[in-house]
Nanobody
Framework: QVQLVESGGGLVQSGGSLRLSCQASRGSISSAAMAWYRQAPGKQRELVASINKWIVPDYADSVKGRFTISRDNAKNTVYLQMNSLKPEDTAVYYC????????WGQGTQVTVSS
């Protein structure tokens, strides 16, 4: 079964940057759509960014121009570069792999202080 492990979260000041990584094991990401979701306290999980197997990205309106999703199939890793972070970006960020079924990572906390 595919395992996804996120890393790179942490505490950052408003306006700062973080880079999240999602390392997949026990399966290849090369033919799968990959995505990052986030869930803030008391809110539903929401799609932040996705990238399909043709390396075409898509973003939620709230992060367009600030976040960049990328993938390195050779490293079996997906990244989320987050710039100009805002307090409202505070959430647990989850990696998702959409293959025949959905796989999820355990999440990484991102906290943006004002």
């Amino acid at each position: 079964q595919v395992q996804l492990v996120e890393s790179g979260g942490g505490l950052v000041q408003s306006g700062g940057s973080l880079r999240l990584s999602c390392q997949a094991s026990r399966g290849s990401i090369s033919s799968a759509a990959m995505a990052w979701y986030r869930q803030a306290p008391g809110k539903q999980r929401e799609l932040v960014a996705s990238i399909n197997k043709w390396i075409v990205p898509d973003y939620a309106d709230s992060v367009k121009g600030r976040f960049t999703i990328s993938r390195d199939n050779a490293k079996n890793t997906v990244y989320l570069q987050m710039n100009s972070l805002k307090p409202e970006d505070t959430a647990v960020y989850y990696c998702n792999m959409n293959a025949t079924i959905d796989y999820w990572g355990q999440g990484t906390q991102v906290t943006v202080s004002s």
